[in-house]
């Protein structure tokens, strides 16, 4: 039986971290070379991750799909990261960043959690500082600080356009100089299909060269998941193309629980999907929206091109709607507003699949110039992808999926239900609650990287002393090993007519329609009988062409659009179950008046956290109820 | 640094093509690798050009009359004569060109054998450059034929080899030029070889500035017209001499 | 629009290679260049043969997993861009576009247009860092980074370790990757301390793989994100330093 215990450390919010620290049993020097411990994912909390404990002297052995541990889907990050810092003295402190974060969450998230992430943020800078990150810096040559995502102080450190770029290569050279000095094993090109459980305790995974087809076991006396979110499940997203669930999944059917998998956030600012063919969406940074007024015709047949339309047939819905914030309320509710316009006719674009983002105004305000300063890279790759020029004629634009706050549940240290394997990044549940605030999850990252995990993963470590790392010839990995070869085989043997990427494609549509911005009951039953459908159809009509000893791209697909149907079962079943709206996740039975989000606090104020009964057997919840000592649970209102 | 053993099989497919080298003393260390040859190689570009610009205006001299050009060819074996015999500096720069030339050819030599062998399956479809003009990629034809050149003149002017040049009378410098260039096909063997070494020198003395790492956003712009002024003023006055003679403006 | 496909198909890195001709009817001109290939794909997976392999993943040129030589010029005729952001509207309708992987000795071909790219990784390894390790950096604040060095410092650390550099490099010389990753710590006041011993390292593993720098700067239009062959000047400036400078003076910044 399973229980969740989230081992929160007792005592004041503010001292629960360093308590805890204290608590936390070290391993000494001479016996951490003796500790092999595995960290699959190198983007940035793996890469931090995998560094940091080979600098405290553990055999790491660090995994990545991807080429290089270079690259990885953190590296598209645009906006920033965000710091308690202070710097700019305007009121900023730990426990402000903290309370934005779970006012930001929609109240669903574990306070201690964040607490520590907003103690944490000050170190992260350093490091990164210290790293040769190459921050944006004033002329004092001191850093500098912009606003981001709706909070009322400048605390989000930026490199350009290139954030996510530049924290990765930080933590990949703190890698790369680990790899150099023999410290961590590299394995690049590789991918995870399985986890490995022995006695309730994870001790290794099953890969995949990506190369030569070989998969084989790995042991270790720990195992990181640190490998990304699930936004792919939607097929069209702003993530990279290859950022998948399969290593969260597969620990999932080995035991670990998953956590609101419902909670995904839609970006409000994307470039809308063209045509069929369309294989990802692009993010227009949020900041946009500081100067750019969104507008659609008031006219749903009103084909004249947008400067043609005058003032008083144009609709400003945003401010005419939330006066206050206007073109600035939050996310979700950006996003909802334009899929509302979009529904009833008014959008525009050759598909009717945008609305208007007009910087007319603030160029005659402000002369192109200031726009060009400000937005000059934004506008360029807006120009690339779509041949209009943003400075003539207005952007188009409309929500995608950005992130997923749900993940695999851990507790305090980060460790899931299974004991010694731990989760960091965005493939845990652990810091957002329902709904992330801009510029946190580059911190949430490299915080559970650099300076959580190699505490905790100690201390469970310092249980195993003594314990020799677990035979690879032992049943439990010989099992697994067979499993994915089986399924490799399978793949392979189907022989029908459709490739992977056609059924993720709808299997996308489905999670879009009906998983999406707004959610009913209905809708996501229907989801679920879609979803059980489709994913029967792919056991009889996929095709996956070659063989498995060489690179196969449609193999690997083929491994991850599986775990998409599943997990997109599982996100239609939490959906349903969360009879409330919160944050990202938006149930249309359950909004104001108005149309703003209506949550249950009386009910749902716990973390849903499911376990796997099989295949067709429907996962059991669990609840971790969640308690607010230091904030209040209050209605979010930005009109 | 580098492990032995190779740790992934993304790894092992790929091996060096060339072994770091155990470190010479100062100043033979700066000569083991390529980036430090390329220095090696512009250093001696450099002496190069002073002599050649040297060499090209010393030889206007051929338009003030056969006195003036004795006066000067006289002048270059007692520089700093009588503190030092005659003809020492004389020796001391051709002993330090030769040095440069031997340096910069066996460096560009040696750099042209490990490029070979970083591509060893080229292109199968045709190359579209944009940056990598017709000069930067003639730089090991223009070479060799300024090295032949520079055999010929030897033998020529300073020499008098007898196959090359029938009519040469030792120290009678100004009437061996005047003779050479009046026969045709020697004035063409001058022409030619000086266009090819203004090409060598529109991207040599643009590229040595890339080499010795001068690099400043206040001389950037500068560096290119600077070759382009360079290769033009060699190639003018150079060519201009045998072009004078065989016109009859010198005789 | 279509557009006939010439691309270089190869099973394996062994296998001899070949151009296959392939037709890509009904396309955009939104589509991206990898759409196309993607669109390409599906046809071939329909007609049962194997889908062109190539890499990629961002598909908005920040990996730097894509890259292919189009028409002889690597990312293709568009400059500072990615594969990935390369759009079909800078092709003529109807025209024949010759699609060939990176070439280099330390570049093979996994398959199709796939290349391994580890060399970078070793340069990385051999010194593209600052060693601080986790928890042991001062106070961010405590070291002010004049603006135009951070803003320098960033124009090299925008590199995507893309590889087109080398594959457009008539040498296949890596000088222009390797500088951006020697140059953004170099230039920095964190990187001083290991500033030579760094120089030393990457440029001898640099070496190890790639051919060496003539200065044609086909790299620099080749590269996605406009890296300045300026950072080569200086690398090779801080090469020589490094090899003939008494380190024991570097704390009194006499180098
Ligand atoms: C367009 C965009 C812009 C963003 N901008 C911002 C921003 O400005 N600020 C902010 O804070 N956040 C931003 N985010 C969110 C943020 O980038 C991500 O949440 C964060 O980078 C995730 O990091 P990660 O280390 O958890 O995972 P990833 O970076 O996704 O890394 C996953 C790693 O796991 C590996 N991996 C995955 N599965 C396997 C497997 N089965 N086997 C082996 N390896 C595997 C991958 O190879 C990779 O190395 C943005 C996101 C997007 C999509
Ligand atoms: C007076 C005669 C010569 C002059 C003034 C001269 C000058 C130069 C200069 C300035 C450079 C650029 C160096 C750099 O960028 O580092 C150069 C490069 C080069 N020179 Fe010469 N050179 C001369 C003769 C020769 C000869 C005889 C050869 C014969 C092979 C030769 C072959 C080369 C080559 C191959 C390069 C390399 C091009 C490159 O790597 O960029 N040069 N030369
Ligand atoms: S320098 Fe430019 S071309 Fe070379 S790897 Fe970096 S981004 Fe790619
Ligand atoms: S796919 Fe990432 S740079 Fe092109």
């Given amino acids: 039986m399973v229980t969740l215990d989230a081992r929160i450390p007792e005592g004041p919010i503010e001292e629960k971290w360093e308590k805890a620290r204290f608590d936390l049993r070290l391993v000494n020097p001479a016996n951490k070379r003796r500790f092999t411990v595995i960290v699959v994912g190198t983007g940035l909390a793996g890469a931090s991750a995998a560094a940091t404990l080979a600098e405290l002297g553990y055999n790491v052995k660090a995994f990545t799909f991807h080429d290089s541990p270079r690259r990885a889907h ?19 402190s730990p426990h402000r960043l903290f309370y934005d974060t779970i006012k930001g969450g929609d109240f669903r998230s574990r306070e201690a959690n964040v ?5 944490i943020s000050v170190n992260i800078i350093d490091q990164c500082v210290a790293q040769g990150v190459p921050f944006a810096r004033e002329y ?10 709706g909070v009322q102080v400048s605390r989000t450190f930026y490199a350009r356009g290139q954030t996510g770029q530049q924290l990765l290569l930080g933590a ?13 094993q590299l394995h690049p090109r590789t991918e995870m299909l399985d986890l490995v459980v022995e006695d309730g305790r994870a001790v290794g995974i099953i890969t995949r060269d990506l190369l030569t087809g070989a998969i084989e076991a790995h042991a270790g006396h720990a195992v990181i998941l640190a490998t990304g979110g699930y936004g792919n499940v939607y097929y069209l997203s702003t993530n990279a193309k290859k950022s998948n669930a399969t290593a969260a999944w597969r620990a999932h059917k080995r035991g670990a629980l998953f956590a609101n998998p419902c909670y995904t956030q839609i970006h409000p600012t994307c470039i809308p999907a063209g045509d069929e063919f369309q294989s990802k969406l692009t993010l227009m940074s949020e900041s946009l929206r500081n100067d750019g007024r969104i507008w659609v015709p008031k006219d749903q047949n009103d084909t004249r091109p947008p400067h043609q339309i005058p003032e008083q047939d144009r609709d400003y819905y945003l401010e005419r709607r939330y006066p206050a914030f206007g073109n600035l309320v939050p996310r979700d509710v950006a996003s909802r507003a334009a899929k509302r316009e979009v529904d009833e006719g008014r959008g525009v674009g050759p598909k009717k699949n945008g609305v208007y983002l007009d910087f007319s105004d603030a160029i005659a305000r402000l002369g192109r110039d200031v726009i060009e300063e400000r937005y000059g890279n934004l ?21 995608a999926t950005h992130y997923t706050m749900g993940g695999l549940w851990v507790d305090y240290n980060l460790q899931s239900n299974i004991p010694g394997l731990f989760v960091g ?12 605030l801009g510029a946190s999850a580059l911190m949430q990252g490299l915080a559970d990287g650099y300076f959580v995990l190699p505490y905790t993963v100690g201390d469970y470590l310092a249980g195993q002393l003594g314990k020799p790392l677990p035979s690879t010839s032992d049943a439990p990995f010989q099992d697994a090993l067979k499993s994915v070869q089986d399924q490799t085989k399978q793949f392979l043997a189907i022989g029908g007519t459709r490739s992977p990427d056609d059924f993720h494609r709808e299997l996308g549509k489905i999670v879009w329609d009906k998983i999406g911005m707004e959610r009913n009951a209905a809708g996501l039953e229907q989801a679920i009988t879609d979803i059980r459908s489709l994913r029967d159809d792919y056991y009889k009509d996929l095709r996956v062409l070659g063989n498995g000893d060489t690179l196969n791209d449609s193999l690997e697909k083929a491994f991850r659009v599986a775990d998409f149907f599943e997990l997109a079962e599982l996100m239609a079943r939490d959906a349903l179950h969360r009879e409330e709206s919160c944050g990202g996740h938006f149930r249309a039975e359950h909004q104001t008046a108005d149309g703003e989000a209506k949550r249950d606090d009386e009910n749902f104020s716990y973390v849903g956290a499911w376990e796997w009964n099989g295949p067709d057997t429907p996962q059991t919840l669990h609840k971790e109820e969640l308690t607010f000592e230091n904030v209040h649970l209050a209605t979010r209102s930005y009109a | 640094m580098a492990q032995a053993t190779p740790r992934s099989t993304v790894e092992a497919a790929v091996r060096p093509i060339r072994k770091r080298p155990k470190p010479l003393p100062w100043p033979l260390s700066l000569y083991q690798t390529y980036v430090g040859k390329k220095w090696v190689m512009a250093i001696t570009g450099v002496i190069g050009l002073l002599f050649v610009a040297g060499h090209m205006f010393g030889n206007i001299k ?50 042209w054998n490990h490029n070979r062998k970083v591509r060893p399956v080229g292109y199968q479809s045709r190359r579209d450059y944009i940056a990598a003009d017709w000069a930067s990629r003639t730089m090991l034809w223009t070479g060799p034929i300024i090295l032949l050149f520079i055999a010929f003149h030897l033998a020529d002017l300073t020499w008098g080899v007898e196959a090359v040049n029938p009519d040469f009378q030792s120290g009678e410098v100004y009437q061996n030029v005047v003779a050479s260039f009046s026969r045709w096909p020697v004035a063409t063997i001058y022409i030619v070889a000086n266009v090819a070494l203004g090409i060598h020198i529109y991207h040599g003395a643009w590229s040595l500035f890339q080499s010795l790492g001068v690099n400043n956003p206040q001389i950037n712009q500068g560096r290119r017209i600077f070759a382009a002024l360079f290769a033009l003023a060699i190639v003018a006055g150079n060519v201009s001499f045998p072009l004078a003679v065989l016109l009859g403006i010198v005789e | 629009m279509k557009f006939t496909l010439k691309v270089w198909r190869q099973d394996g890195p062994e296998a001899k290679g070949r151009f296959e001709t392939y037709e890509a009817n009904n396309i955009s001109d939104e589509m991206s260049f990898l759409e196309v290939l993607d669109v390409v794909n599906e046809d071939l997976i329909h007609a049962g043969q194997v889908p062109i392999h190539f890499d990629h993943d961002c598909r908005e040129g920040i990996c730097g997993s894509c890259g292919m030589m189009i028409n002889g010029q690597a990312h293709g005729p568009q400059r500072g861009t990615a594969t990935c952001q390369l759009h079909m509207r800078k092709f003529q309708d109807g025209a024949t576009i010759v699609v060939e992987p990176w070439r280099a000795a330390s570049f093979p071909i996994v398959r199709d247009l796939v290349v391994n790219r580890s060399a970078f990784d070793r340069i990385i390894e051999a010194g593209g860092f600052v060693s601080v390790n986790t928890g042991s950096a001062v106070e961010a604040n405590t070291l002010p980074v004049p603006k135009q060095v951070a803003d320098a410092a960033m124009d090299a650390a925008q590199c995507i370790g893309c590889g087109a550099c080398v594959a457009a490099c008539p040498n296949g010389a890596a000088q222009l990757f390797t500088s951006a990753k020697l140059q953004h710590l170099n230039l920095l006041p964190q990187g001083q301390a290991e500033r030579w011993e760094r120089t030393e390292n990457m440029v001898e593993t640099m070496e190890e793989y790639f051919g060496t720098c003539t200065n044609h700067g086909e790299c620099e239009t080749a590269c996605p994100k406009n890296i300045s062959i300026d950072f080569i000047a200086y690398m090779n400036r801080d090469y020589i330093k490094a090899k003939s400078l008494n380190r024991k003076l570097a704390g009194q910044g006499l180098e």
């Fill in chain 2, 62 to 111: 051929m338009y003030m009359g056969e006195q003036e050009f004795l006066h000067y060819a006289e002048g270059l074996r007692t520089v700093a004569y009588p503190i030092v015999p005659e003809k020492f500096l004389l020796w001391v720069a051709r002993l330090g060109l030769l040095g440069a030339l031997v340096l910069h050819l066996h460096a560009a030599f040696s750099i």
């Fill in chain 1, 379 to 399: 506008f360029e790759m807006y120009e690339r992808i779509t041949g209009d020029d943003p400075y003539q004629m207005p952007m188009r634009i409309y929500p």
């Fill in chain 1, 172 to 184: 990949y050279s703190a890698l790369m100089r680990q790899v150099g000095l023999g410290a961590v």
């Fill in chain 1, 115 to 119: 607490y520590r992430l907003a103690q």
């Fill in chain 1, 74 to 92: 953190s590296i598209a990050a645009q906006g920033g990261i965000n710091a308690a810092k202070n710097y700019q003295n305007d009121g900023d």
């Fill in chain 1, 140 to 149: 004092s040559g001191l850093l500098e600080n912009r606003s981001f995502g």
């Fill in chain 1, 425 to 436: 990044g965005e493939a845990n549940f652990s810091d957002h609650g329902a709904n992330r």
